[in-house]
């Protein structure tokens, strides 16, 4: 079977291929927006480009929606049975959708990836989402739609590395907790009334011992730690509510989710 990337199959088929070059490197969820921006059809595919996601396998998530016995789904998300990373990493994978999901409401269908299939309705409600500050496991959750989990063996990448880290996905986890979840506000508030609720009653504590009982409580000690700790706290959440106030801001500028250098077509003849 040849690949659907050989010139000479576009050219003797009906595929239209659009090529979106960006300005600069947008990141991924730009690149997203911008393919789903671009494209036509009762039916997209999302599909990364090292080609561990087969396109065979894309072919079966587009037959399901196809299939009439499987009209009643919207989406189909495709997700990894046994993946390919450390422990750790899955158990954090893990967590992380199981905190979005009770902290957020939505149904988060967990591990399953951006290889999806869906209808048009699911592409016209994503393109309706204009933030800035994108998360697509979290905006395929959030529109819900009757989605359909689909389990797939990942093949080996053609060339290179991945340069997602694990850094980089925790960072990205955190962008996208913060995008559909007021969960650490919370925590924020919460750590600041435990701190104030201790900070009372060792007030009462140390006063009491020094009216009632005359004990002369040493006070150097306990000062700088108290400062330290509550001082801690609230660098804390005024970091919490910083990030907040940080997207609240990038958002009111409204800027473009990408730019587009060119965009150029098989049709058009590359042009």
């Not at 979106?20 to 911008?34: C, D, L, M, T």
């Not at 396109?55 to 390919?84: H, S, T």
């Not at 106030?245 to 587009?260: A, C, D, E, F, N």
Request: hydrophobic share 45%.
């Amino acid at each position: 079977m040849r690949s659907v990337f050989d010139d000479s199959y576009i050219k003797e088929s009906s595929l239209i291929v659009r090529v979106v070059e960006f300005s600069r490197n947008f990141g991924k969820e730009a690149a997203i927006y911008a393919g789903l921006e671009h494209s036509s059809g009762d039916i997209c595919v999302l599909i990364d480009t090292d080609m561990q996601q087969p396109p065979a396998i894309a072919r079966q998530m587009v037959d399901i929606l196809l299939d009439d016995k499987q009209r009643c789904f919207d989406c189909v998300a495709a997700y990894q049975e046994q993946r390919k990373r450390g422990h750790l990493r899955n158990w954090c994978s893990s967590m992380f959708y199981r905190v979005l999901g009770a902290s957020s409401g939505m149904d988060v269908l967990a591990d399953a990836s951006d290889f999806r299939a869906f209808r048009a309705n699911v592409r016209d409600a994503l393109l309706g989402m204009t933030e800035y500050f994108r998360f697509s496991k979290g905006l395929f959750s959030w529109i819900g739609f009757k989605t359909k989990a689909f389990p797939y063996t990942p093949d080996d990448r053609l060339t290179g590395e991945t340069t997602w880290s694990f850094w980089k996905l925790a960072k990205y986890a955190i962008n996208g907790l913060m995008s559909f979840s007021t969960f650490p506000l919370r925590i924020a508030t919460w750590l600041g009334a435990v701190a104030s609720t201790l900070a009372i009653i060792y007030m009462v504590i140390v006063v009491s011992q020094r009216l009632l009982f005359g004990v002369d409580v040493p006070g150097y000690a306990t000062i700088v730690s108290l400062v330290l700790l509550l001082g801690g706290l609230q660098l804390l959440v005024l970091g919490v509510m910083g990030e907040y106030l940080s997207r609240v801001y990038t958002q009111g500028k409204k800027r473009p989710i990408y730019i587009k250098r060119s965009c150029s077509s098989n049709r058009d003849g590359w042009h």
